[in-house]
């Protein structure tokens, strides 16, 4: 299976110079785990990634205000992991294995269309599991 059918878009995104506070209410609202970080929304300028962990370790554990700390302060910065919109879902699976990550970012042609997280990976082998049963019954 190929990343495209898998992946998640559009993608969720903030400002560099937002604070923290607004990327928990945008990632509360779009129920998501993590925001890219993008230069006037752009995804073709993605400066970083956003995580609740990250959130929760950077902000809340240190007892510091999310309303005041920005966003570009605790992201993980470009470059990050990536992946071909045309790469096995395979290759997903190994790159988050070994780079320990839970997300992947999307790119064609240099621009950013989406995003596969290991939760997407784990629904593709639930609907795997699911076919081959099906089919020995």
Partial sequence: MKVRELMSYPIVTVPPEAMVLDAIKVMAAQKKGSVLVAKER????????VTT????????ARGLDPARVK???IMTPAPLI????????????????????????????GALVGIVTSKDLLACVAAAATQILNSLR
């Fill in 82 to 109: 990536t992946i071909d919109l045309d790469d096995s879902t395979q290759k997903a699976a190994e790159l988050m294995i070994e780079h320990k990550i839970r997300r992947l970012p999307v790119m064609k042609d």
């Fill in 42 to 49: 752009l995804l073709k300028e993605c400066l970083g990634i």
């Fill in 71 to 73: 966003v570009s302060d």
């Fill in 53 to 60: 962990s990250q959130i929760f370790l950077e902000v809340f």
